[in-house]
């Protein structure tokens, strides 16, 4: 969760590459240690969409905020993705 809190510093910066590169370390890092928590796949999910989003790609924001509401159906996410 340290990269994903450090990946929303760089969003707040409005460094969204630095926060794309951040969240692809914790996608690895979480698929390496083989993280279990499927509410942590979504948060990491949802920041990526977030991410996209923020770059104007809304195609690739809608497709990892369908990835992150498959591991969890967080009503938050579907606000953001509306």
């Not at 590459?17 to 928590?37: F, M, S």
């Not at 999910?45 to 996209?52: E, G, L, N, T």
């Amino acid at each position: 969760m340290y990269y994903n809190n450090k990946a929303a510093a760089y969003i707040e910066l409005k460094q969204l590459d630095a926060a794309l590169e951040t969240i692809e370390i914790a996608l690895k890092v979480a698929v390496d240690t083989q993280l279990k928590d499927f509410q942590k796949h979504a948060k990491l999910f949802a920041r990526k969409a977030s991410i996209f989003a923020k770059k104007g790609d809304l195609g690739a924001s809608l497709e990892w905020y369908q990835k992150s509401l498959l591991e969890d159906m967080n009503p938050k996410v579907k606000v953001e993705m509306k």
